[in-house]
């Protein structure tokens, strides 16, 4: 992961604010309301904010980032809410969950170089459950120039057609280019190109 380091992730979380606040991405709160509460892998979780919200709504939850600060940030928050997180770090590239084992997998605005997403979503489809459902929003490549967060880098930013390759094993049940209002923390503030993507594990 040459253009997003750990250092740089590790000093971003060092704050003491929640730099992407503490309530979960509305997307990502709005479809695991539809689901039945089962295992859930949170992948790039960051400071916890959309693990704890599923923890609270009964999920058994796994949680996985490439940043110390990142976890030490959401096991403070998931003890102030009286919830339990299993959150590990890793090198996403070479973290390999669980197969045939998650009833939901959330990758939320989760933004590495092409190859090593391919990667990681191949490994994402592996550790879904018959039944289980992907939920994805992440900024679109239509983000750049815009000031409300997400790399500056096109490299890192998505297209839909970026998930129909990765997913197409799975049935599509929702997938766009969206114009929202984001207003998650500090950093996602304002109008925001973004790809929603939620896919269900058919086979």
Do not use: C
């Not at 904010?49 to 940030?73: F, I, T």
């Not at 090593?116 to 900024?139: H, T």
Request: charged share 30%.
């Amino acid at each position: 992961m040459s253009k997003i380091d750990k250092r740089s992730w590790d000093e971003r979380f060092s704050a003491d604010e929640y730099v992407y606040g503490t309530d979960p991405n509305v997307f990502f709160r709005e479809q695991l309301d539809k689901l039945n509460p089962g295992k859930l892998l949170l992948l790039g979780e960051g400071e916890g904010r959309n693990g704890v919200y599923a923890a609270k709504m009964n999920w058994e939850v796994d949680a996985v980032d490439l940043s110390d600060q990142a976890k030490v940030k959401a096991l403070k928050l998931a003890e102030r809410e009286h919830v339990q997180l299993n959150y590990e770090v890793h090198n996403l590239t070479e973290y390999k969950p669980k197969r045939n084992y998650y009833d939901a997998i959330g990758i939320i605005f989760f933004h590495l170089e092409k190859a090593d997403v391919v990667k990681i979503f191949s490994e994402a489809k592996k550790a879904l459950k018959k039944g289980g459902v992907i939920i994805s929003e992440v900024f679109s490549i239509n983000q750049i120039g815009r000031t409300s967060g997400g790399p500056k880098d096109p490299d890192l930013l998505y297209k839909t057609s970026d998930f129909e390759k990765a997913f197409k094993e799975l049935e599509t049940i929702q997938l766009e280019e969206s114009l929202v209002e984001l207003n998650e923390g500090r950093l996602h503030q304002g109008e925001a190109m973004v790809v929603r993507y939620v896919g269900e594990n058919k086979l």
